[in-house]
C-alpha cells in the first residue's frame, strides 16, 4: 500500500522492527537457551506426557490439514518449564508451516502488533508468549485479526486520524500464558482450542530424563532417573537442568555412570532438595514462617520478604509450593500449612493448617473482612 509518495513499510513497519529486534524476547541464559532447543521434542509423538491435551491438539491440527486450512487460534497456559514454547514450535512444524516467535512484553504499541502481523506469510504460525502481558490497544488489535484476518491502521492524530484497514495472511496465533486469569474474556474466547498444562508426574520426568540423557550421551541409570525426576518440581525444564547439573558433578567426580547416589550428591550441593525446593522456595517459605508467623501475608509483602518480584513468587514458586501442600492461598493472603513446618524442621503450631486443604482456595482478594469470614467459617 502507498501512502503519498511512503510506501506503509516507510511509515511505520520499518521503524518498529527496528525497535523489536532490540528487545529480548526471553531472558534465559544463551547455553541454556542452545541446549532447550536441542532437547526439545520436534513432535507430538516425542512429546512426553500431558496425554489429554496432546490428543486433542492432535485432532485440531489434523483436521485442519484435512481441510486444507490453517488451524485454529490455539492457547496454552500453566506454570513455566511445562511445554508451551515447545507446542508451539511442534504445532508449526505438524502444520509444515512457518513459525514466528514474539512475546506479550516486546508488544507495546498497537503498531508492533500491526508490524508483526502484516509481515506474516499465509499459514504462518505466530507465537506470542507471555501473551497476557501484551498492551491493551495491541491486545484491541489482535481481537479484529484473529477474528477477520484484517486489522485498521490508524494514520495520524486527532481530527485528522484515518483507519486504513488491512487484509491479513490467514495464520494461526499461538498463545502461550501462565496467567490464564488474567487474560481478558474476548481474548480467551478468540482461541479455538485451549490446552492447559499440569505438572508432570515423576514417571514422565524420567521419560524425559532419559531421553534428554540419550541426546547428550549422558550414562545413568534408572535410580538415577528417579533421583533427579523426583527434585524435578514436576517440570521438564527444571529436569534438564538438574541433569546438566549432575553431568557436570559427574564429570569433575570422574563418575562414568550416573547412580542415585551421585545424583543425590550432586542435587545436595547445588540446594536442591529431596522434595525438589530450591533456594526461592524454601526462603519464601522460612519468610511466611519466621517472618509472619505463618500469615496469612500479602502476595506483595511476602515478595519483598524474599527480595524477588511478586510474579516470580506468584508463577514461579508458589504453583509448586501449593500443589504441594506446603503453602495456601487465603483471601487474606498467603499461609503456611502445617507440612512447611515439617519440611523445615520446625515442631507444628497449634491451629495451623495443613489437614484440609479442601477450602483454600477462596475469592483470591485479599479482602479483609470477607476473608475473616471466611477464616472463621474454615476453622
Ligand atoms: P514453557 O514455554 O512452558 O516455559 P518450554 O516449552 O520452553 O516451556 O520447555 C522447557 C524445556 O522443557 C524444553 O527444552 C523442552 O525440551 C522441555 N520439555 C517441556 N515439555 C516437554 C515434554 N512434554 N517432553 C519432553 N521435553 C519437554
Known amino acids: 500500500m502507498v501512502i503519498g509518495a511512503l510506501t506503509q513499510h516507510d511509515l511505520w513497519i520499518a521503524p518498529v522492527a527496528q525497535r523489536l529486534q532490540r528487545q529480548p524476547v526471553r531472558v534465559l541464559e544463551p547455553e541454556e537457551r542452545t541446549i532447550e532447543a536441542a532437547l526439545r521434542p520436534k513432535n507430538l509423538h516425542d512429546f512426553v506426557g500431558q496425554h489429554r491435551v496432546r490428543k486433542q491438539l492432535s485432532l485440531v491440527l489434523q483436521a485442519s490439514r484435512m481441510r486444507g486450512r490453517t488451524a485454529d487460534h490455539v492457547l496454552f497456559s500453566g506454570p513455566p ?7 508451539a514450535m511442534i504445532v508449526a512444524a505438524e502444520m509444515n508451516a512457518p513459525l514466528r516467535i514474539s512475546s506479550g512484553p516486546a508488544i507495546q504499541h498497537a503498531g508492533d502488533l500491526a508490524a508483526i502481523l502484516s509481515s506474516l506469510s499465509e499459514g504462518e504460525v505466530l507465537f506470542l508468549d507471555e501473551i497476557h502481558r501484551m498492551s491493551r490497544p495491541a491486545e484491541e488489535m489482535l481481537y479484529m485479526a484473529m477474528e477477520d484476518f484484517r486489522v ?23 498463545g502461550a500464558t501462565t496467567r490464564a486469569g488474567l487474560l481478558p474474556g474476548p481474548l480467551r474466547d478468540r482461541f479455538g482450542f485451549t490446552g492447559h498444562l499440569e505438572f508432570y508426574s515423576v514417571e514422565e520426568l524420567e521419560l524425559v530424563l532419559r531421553r534428554s540423557a540419550g541426546l547428550l550421551d549422558l550414562k545413568v541409570n534408572s535410580a538415577g532417573f528417579s533421583e533427579i525426576a523426583g527434585r524435578s518440581r514436576g517440570t521438564p525444564r527444571i529436569a534438564n537442568r538438574l541433569l546438566r547439573r549432575v553431568r557436570d558433578w559427574a564429570l569433575v567426580h570422574g563418575i562414568e555412570q550416573i547412580d542415585a547416589r551421585s545424583a543425590s550428591a550432586a542435587l545436595d550441593m547445588y540446594e536442591v532438595d529431596k522434595r525438589g525446593l530450591d533456594r526461592l522456595d524454601r526462603s519464601v517459605l522460612e519468610a511466611l514462617i519466621t517472618k509472619f508467623g505463618g500469615g496469612p501475608v500479602g502476595l506483595s509483602t511476602l515478595a519483598i520478604a524474599v527480595g524477588e518480584e511478586p510474579e516470580t513468587v506468584e508463577t514461579v514458586a508458589e504453583p509448586y509450593l501449593v500443589r504441594e501442600g506446603l503453602l495456601g492461598r487465603t483471601p487474606r493472603g498467603r499461609i503456611a500449612m502445617a507440612p512447611a513446618w515439617t519440611h523445615l524442621g520446625l515442631a507444628v503450631p497449634d491451629g495451623v493448617f495443613g489437614q484440609d486443604t479442601l477450602d483454600l482456595f477462596g475469592p483470591d482478594t485479599e479482602d479483609e473482612e470477607s476473608a475473616a469470614d471466611w477464616i472463621s467459617n474454615t476453622q
Not at 518449564?81 to 507446542?87: D, H, V
Open 81 to 87: 518449564g511445562l511445554g508451551k514454547t515447545t507446542l
Open 152 to 174: 485498521d491502521i490508524v494514520v495520524g492524530k486527532g481530527a485528522g486520524a484515518t483507519a486504513i484497514p488491512l487484509e491479513l495472511p490467514a495464520f494461526t496465533l499461538v
